[in-house]
């Protein structure tokens, strides 16, 4: 297998006007890996990936998919890789097999050719209604699948999705992110971008975007080590008065992050002796346990941290 | 050879003609547009006004009185109405007349005694384009009157004579009819490109087209090519309607007709390109669309108020206007015959802006992409 990455982008920046939406970003991603894109609405997720597929060329920076650059004004990029966009998915007044016609012949993909990849592609997702069903009549999950079939017709070694998953059932979300995992199995690379953060724990690895920049890069556990190199703690006050004991725990030393989560609080502490005496205080009737933090917290910490 | 693709193309514009068939809205609007206009322009209005009510105050009760009642009501546009006691102007306002005549209580003396006898015409000119109308039968009335009247026929130093080439007996459908073909391209070709179009945008399937290799002028043709055959359908039936309903003559080129059509629909949909290119709304498009092609086709292109009694700024406004020059081209080809050479102006003119308009419409939809 060649060892290249799929997908390698340096100091990529582009500017709308005075607007830099996207500022310097520098990542490189492995071939069958799942790569995802973790951040708020307008953190510059969206344009990056526009900018991979060749669908916006960058102000500045240098991005290499699948080997290839922009010195075509993206045409080599759009050939090469598949793209499912967060809007559109397919023409709800086609049928299944009008929709998938209409992506082969945008793609010139020989008949026979086509056909076959259908065939696969439906193995693939499982798909096993009628090519004359209309797509306006399938259920949100099934149409997404469809959509990503689509993407996949001409067999593209990197695929992009811009959350795929967004207004879909969580059943159907779980589905399809075992579908994701069987494409990186075949050997494909995905990048996905997405808000949900159980979605973002499936990544292989995570670009944490905020206003147009890369703050961290990791897997999800690398990054959970790096926002939180000490202990944390969920704290439930079980009813008990807590206002008071939460103004004195927000001046502690050590403390690195306090977050309301429902009922309960987060507290990560530089170390473990800052939590032991942070918490040495709390009110009887409250209990805390030692946890170990999400991707929330990750984010929270990085991303709304960041802004506080 | 710039990579224009055919293949590509082809596809788009089958799944427009997919699209088309299953939309109701866009199959009603193409079908019934055509039929309703030539039903409402072919049947409903009529320019040449009849049954005009003429309320008469016969103050001679005399023959020749008689017999200038008689030319009036014979001339199949006036109906004669007793004024009653109100008399005739009452008559007039109150709208139960449109004109009235008086006829003086000498009128049948002074006619056989050979003298100049008189009769006064009054008119409602609150409806100017009625008593315009009426106006224009008065000379002839008066003819038939005068012959019938005198003893002798009455030498006239010259006789002007008017005969109306072309459309001889003035017959306003085959004026209008040819001239929806206008309305339809007008409104038909611009209306369903800015609707379509603007939907690409508006659900973000245009994001899913371009992340193809797909290229801009792939996708204006493979879009634009379904929606000009469609309406050129529409132009086809009113044809068909003109020629085998109405008896409309065609006396010039059919290839140049086409040629005229073309041009126009190609103006039309590069119109409502370039609308749904700055819309990106179907809402927003539609109202375009209809101040920037109904309106301009029905009003400002000749098809109902003549071009040359607009104010001076009109009429240097409608050049600009792309329906102005088919209407010329169309009149001109269908009711005189008119060729190429005597056409050129109107020709050059749609040729020109048409061309303008698709390089307006490319750029922008281009510019736009990036």
């Known amino acids: 297998m060649n060892a290249a990455p799929a997908v390698e982008v340096k100091d990529l920046s582009i500017k709308f006007g005075d607007f830099t939406a996207v500022d310097k970003v520098s990542f490189s991603v492995n071939r069958g890996e799942i790569f995802g894109f973790l951040g708020a609405n307008g953190a510059g997720k969206t344009t ?18 699948g080997g290839l650059g922009f010195g075509d004004g993206g045409r080599g990029i759009k050939k090469i890789v598949g793209y499912m966009s967060q809007k559109f998915t397919l023409y709800n007044d086609l049928t299944v097999g009008e929709n998938l016609d209409f992506a082969a012949g945008l793609r010139k993909l020989d008949p026979a050719y086509a056909k076959k990849r259908r065939k696969e592609l439906f193995e693939l997702i499982a798909f096993n209604k009628p090519l004359s069903s209309k797509v306006a009549a399938l259920p949100g999950g099934i149409k997404q699948e469809l959509a990503l079939a689509a993407a996949m017709l001409h067999d593209p070694e990197i695929v992009f999705l811009d959350e795929p998953t967004s ?16 494409i990186t199995g075949l050997g494909k690379t995905v990048i996905v971008t997405t808000h949900y953060m159980d979605e973002a724990e499936q990544c292989g690895r995570i670009a944490l975007m905020r206003t147009g920049r890369l703050i961290a890069l990791g897997s999800p556990e690398e990054l959970k080590a790096s926002a939180f190199p000490g202990p944390m703690a969920e704290i439930d006050f079980n009813g008990a008065g807590s206002a008071a004991f939460i103004a004195g725990l927000e001046k502690a030393p050590g403390l690195l992050e306090l977050s309301p989560h429902g009922m309960r609080w987060h507290a990560a502490f530089a170390a473990k002796a800052a939590m032991d005496a942070a918490l040495a205080g709390l009110p009887p009737a409250a209990s805390a346990a030692l946890i170990k933090p999400s991707l929330e917290d990750v984010f929270i910490r990085l991303v709304e941290g960041a802004e506080r | 050879m710039n990579g224009f693709n055919f293949h590509r193309a082809y596809s788009i514009a089958r799944k427009e003609v997919m699209h088309i068939l299953r939309d109701p809205f866009t199959l009603t609007l193409a079908l019934g547009l055509p039929v309703m206009l030539v039903t409402f322009f072919g049947y409903a209005i009529d320019y040449e006004v009849r049954n005009i009510r003429l309320a008469v105050s016969d103050r001679d009760n005399g023959p020749a009185a008689r017999r200038l009642k008689e030319v009036f009501s014979s001339s199949g546009y006036f109906r004669l109405v007793e004024p009653g006691p109100a008399g005739p102007v009452e008559m007039l306002d109150s709208g139960r007349a449109a004109a009235a005549v008086f006829i003086e209580p000498d009128f049948s003396k002074k006619i056989k005694g050979g003298g100049q006898a ?37 030498k006239e130093p010259f006789s002007a004579e ?15 009819v040819p001239g929806l073909a206008a309305i339809i391209i007008g409104l038909l070709a611009i209306l369903l490109t800015a609707l379509n179009v603007a939907r690409e945008w508006e659900n973000g399937s245009m994001e899913l087209l371009l992340s193809t290799p797909v290229r801009p002028l792939e996708i204006i043709t493979g879009k634009l090519a379904p929606y000009g055959a469609l309406v050129l359908a529409g132009v086809f039936f009113v044809y068909l309607v003109s020629r085998l309903v109405f008896g409309v003559p065609f006396e010039g ?10 041009l126009f629909v190609t103006a039309a949909l590069s119109q409502g390109l370039l609308i749904s290119v700055i819309t990106r709304q179907q809402q927003v498009a539609m109202q375009f669309s209809m101040i920037t092609g109904l309106l301009p086709s029905m009003l400002l292109s000749g098809f109902i108020f003549p071009v ?10 409608t050049m600009l206007l792309p329906p102005r020059w088919f209407m010329a081209a169309a009149r001109g080809i269908t009711l005189k015959g008119a060729d190429l050479a005597e056409l050129a102006v109107p020709f050059l003119a749609l040729g020109l802006l048409s061309a303008g308009m698709l390089a307006l419409a490319i750029k922008k939809f281009k510019t736009d992409l990036e």
């Open chain 2, 118 to 154: 008189q009769a006064q015409f009054v008119l409602d000119g609150s409806d100017n384009s009625k008593a315009a109308a009426i106006t224009g039968y008065l000379p002839g009335i008066q003819r038939a009157a005068q012959a019938k009247l005198a003893a002798q026929t009455i």
């Open chain 2, 253 to 262: 080129s059919h290839l140049l007709y086409l040629a005229a059509c073309l």
């Open chain 2, 308 to 317: 040359e009694s607009m104010p001076a700024f009109f009429q240097y406004l």
């Open chain 1, 167 to 182: 207004g879909v059932a969580p059943a159907s979300r779980a589905r399809f992110w075992a579908l994701i995992r069987r």
């Open chain 2, 162 to 176: 008017t005969r109306f080439l072309y459309n001889p007996e003035l017959n306003s459908r085959w004026f209008i």
């Open chain 1, 48 to 65: 990056t990936i526009r900018m991979l597929t060749g669908l916006l060329l960058p102000s500045s920076g240098s991005a290499l998919v």
